[in-house]
């Protein structure tokens, strides 16, 4: 069977957010927000938007899956259909949920379409500023129909970027803070997909993470390579999005120069 084109997913990523989603925005009841560990919210919004879009996304490709990041805080069970080899949806609700329940303007609904281990598909939609970039493996990328495209190389000391040291072990952070006056302040917005996006339109040249969950980083990264950027782990090794969630780091930049370049200066 063939895959769904991304304008199909995206018209139900928008439709599903302009009904379970804008709603609740800035207008969240008491009993409306829980944590799913300490510093981890999650709200009525995330709940149902994840319900309607498995329901959705299955109908629109019979015979799928689905990993969504509420199911697997549910049964960490989940995690074992990134393994299979039939179409997998993998989904992330509301990426930004401290800003969403906080009433920031910064978050986004991310969905990824996998099969055999591959990203064949993207959809990444911002209902607030209605904003939505697609992508398609060997096909590029769009962002509101226009063309994606990572920023142009530069000298890391005129690199802007993203920088993740909140997570794994600490050797690296702490090279990092060594290093980071030889390139611009870093820039944290809380939200994977409105990175990605400022990935995609060059208005962030790079970016560190070393939490790579699928449902945050499975589409992104797939947008990240149709707009023309360059990624790996800081080992030299692959994007897979069957790997372990915790990395040493894993960096997006404009290029293979430009990515030895950062690694140089930040690690060194």
Known sequence: ??????????????????????PRYQNLGAGDVSDKNPGDPVTIADLETEKALTRRLKDLLPGSHVVGEEAVAADPAVMDLLQRDEPLWIVDPVDGTTNFAAGLPI????VGLAQGGAIRLACIHDPVHERTALASAGDGATINGKPARVAAPTEPKHMYGTVKLRFGERSLPLKIVENCQKVPPFMDLRCAAHEYMALGT???????????????????????????????????????????????????????????????????
């Open 1 to 22: 069977m063939p895959l769904p084109s991304p304008e199909a997913v995206a018209a139900i990523v928008a439709e599903v957010a302009a009904q379970e989603i804008m």
């Open 107 to 110: 978050f986004a609904t991310i």
């Open 202 to 268: 060059g208005a962030l040249h790079y970016a560190l993470y070393r939490k790579l969950m699928p449902w945050d980083h499975a589409a992104g990264h797939l947008l990240h390579t149709e707009a023309g950027g360059y990624s790996a782990h800081l080992d030299g090794s692959a994007y897979d999005v069957t790997g372990p969630d915790h990395c040493h780091g894993f960096l997006y930049a404009p290029d293979a120069e430009s990515w030895q370049a950062l690694v140089e200066t930040l690690t060194a």
